[in-house]
């Protein structure tokens, strides 16, 4: 299995730049992701079950799942980097309790992980029971093959957030399918009129999932290099399935900081592995990743951790951008 290597850096969150992203293996089933900023609620028929979702990625599965017949309500606005967004009082209220269902990954947002526990009425899906998430300190467990091949990463150090579970499901499409079965029985559950219909659509869904699986499994078939460097280490589920290695500057947590020691880690990895690119991403700061990339002859291109919609596309679209960004970053055939 292969790891990701997480050293830390401080990056704070900053507003979406625009990243454009073109579909090139599998169409698209999310929600529309052009509105504003400020906007968090798709729509819906009237009459539609009220759905509130903690983010993104979880909007995503929900709206493709549920079509017309529900109205899905993401508690993080789309310019947001959701680690650290806090719920409001209002919010708590409004939304959580006027929901039949709420879906959320326990653990990513330690504001919703309080509010789910205060509200009564909606059922709660907590989908970091239902996707196999991993405690990070299990993510790393191969330090002592750093040094095998310079390919395969190059010294790894111990993360200060060694005994929680990176939430970071999203960016295996395998395990997106398990939290869409997830959804669409709670869906069916709560409203069992419409239970044909989500079911349905639950299979067109897979059916993306899976090519986007298959995409990234042929993807990295002949490349160069294994190792890639991003700006945090949201893509540890992602390089264990498809047998890649993370080296991130910063740990699950975007607002961690690094040491001198671990900065100079990530260099000795980008030198001996001949890393060419030096990943940011849309909702942090990319001032660490470029010093980096600038101090060892790199470049920096954007890898999407699509925790936010997407400007120009959809889940599917962003995964299937990051694919080509991996490829190139990577030299695959």
Avoid at 75 to 92: F, I, M, N, R, W
């Amino acid at each position: 299995m292969t790891t990701p290597i997480t050293i830390r850096r401080a990056l704070s969150a900053v507003a979406a730049a625009a990243l454009g992203l073109s579909l090139t293996a599998c169409s698209a089933l999310s929600p529309d992701s052009s509105s504003s900023a400020d906007s968090r609620t798709a729509g819906g028929a009237a009459g539609a079950l009220p759905v509130a979702v903690s983010f993104y990625p979880i909007q995503y599965l929900t709206e493709a799942i549920g079509g017309d017949y529900v109205s899905v309500t993401s508690l993080t606005p789309a310019d947001q980097e959701p680690h650290d967004y806090d719920l409001s009082g209002k919010e708590v209220t409004s939304t959580l309790e006027g929901a039949s269902l709420v879906a959320y990954v326990e653990g990513f947002q330690p504001s919703l992980d309080k509010a789910v526990t205060q509200v009564n009425g909606p059922t709660v899906l907590d989908l970091s029971s239902k996707v196999d998430l991993k405690h990070h300190e299990g993510m790393e467990d191969e330090e002592e093959h750093a040094d095998e091949s310079a390919d395969e990463g190059a010294h790894k150090e111990a993360d200060h957030d060694a005994d929680s579970l990176d939430p970071h499901f999203w960016l295996d499409p395998v395990r997106m399918k398990s939290a869409a079965t997830a959804i669409e029985e709670a869906l069916a559950t709560a409203d069992p009129d419409h239970a044909e219909d989500y079911k349905t659509n639950l299979e067109t869904l897979t059916s993306t999932l899976d090519g986007l699986d298959s995409s990234y499994q042929g993807g990295f078939s002949q490349c160069e290099r294994k190792t890639f460097i991003t700006s945090h280490a949201a893509f540890g589920y992602l390089a264990d399935r498809y047998s890649l290695t993370q080296a991130s500057i910063s740990g699950v947590d975007p607002e961690s900081e690094p040491s001198p020691a671990e900065l100079a880690e990530v260099k000795k990895v980008v030198e001996s592995t001949g890393t060419t690119t030096i990943f940011t991403e849309e909702l942090v700061s990319p001032e660490t990743a470029e010093a980096v990339a600038s101090e060892t002859g790199a470049t920096t291109a954007v890898l999407s951790p699509i925790e936010s919609a997407p400007e120009d596309a959809d889940y599917a679209g962003a995964m299937s951008a990051n694919l080509d960004a991996l490829r190139t970053a990577l030299a695959c055939k």
